[in-house]
């Protein structure tokens, strides 16, 4: 187990080191005070389904695989740096007070990439017209009209009798 271990601690320093670097910047005044993250290429169908599913943990989730994150202040700009192991890279900006996000076409980032401790070649600018995909959190992507937080009613009475059941044979336990 030891070796295990060892072998992938040392394949995920390795990684880590290998890692390339982008810096980026958003900039667009409607997205003022919302949320800003940069994902590579081959997270977009994930992406994509956890915005269309929504859910308390979107946030954290979407956290937890975005390769860089900020919000965005007042005027709309946005600043960060991605550790990025792709040349391709999309940008996703989120409000969930509003139940809305856009997002952009994935972008080759190859010219702003960098590997510490050299210095960025410049920072990759995204705009507002770069962001051509947006929706409702939460919508299903189903696209038949069906909302992600409504049940259809067999799926309700069957969590109705089920949750009957429990309730009856805690009662006589």
Do not use: C, H
């Amino acid at each position: 187990m030891k070796k295990i271990m060892f072998t992938l601690a040392v394949a995920m320093i390795a990684t880590m080191t290998q890692a390339a670097y982008v810096s980026w910047k958003v900039t667009n005044a409607s997205y003022a005070n919302k949320n800003v993250m940069a994902f590579n290429e081959s997270q977009m169908s994930a992406v994509t389904a956890l915005l269309t599913a929504g859910g308390e943990s979107m946030v954290s989730d979407l956290t937890a695989a975005s390769q860089g994150s900020a919000t965005a202040n007042g005027r709309g700009v946005a600043s960060g740096t991605a550790t990025s192991a792709e040349s391709s890279m999309f940008f996703v900006v989120f409000d969930t007070t509003a139940n809305t996000y856009a997002m952009t076409a994935a972008q080759d980032v190859s010219g702003s990439m960098y590997t510490p401790p050299q210095s960025t070649p410049g920072t990759f600018n995204v705009t507002a017209a770069q962001f051509t995909t947006s929706g409702t959190i939460g919508s299903g992507g189903g696209g038949g009209g069906e909302s992600g937080g409504t049940p259809e009613p067999t799926s309700g009475m069957l969590l109705l009798v089920g949750s009957a059941m429990l309730a009856l044979r805690r009662r006589r336990a």
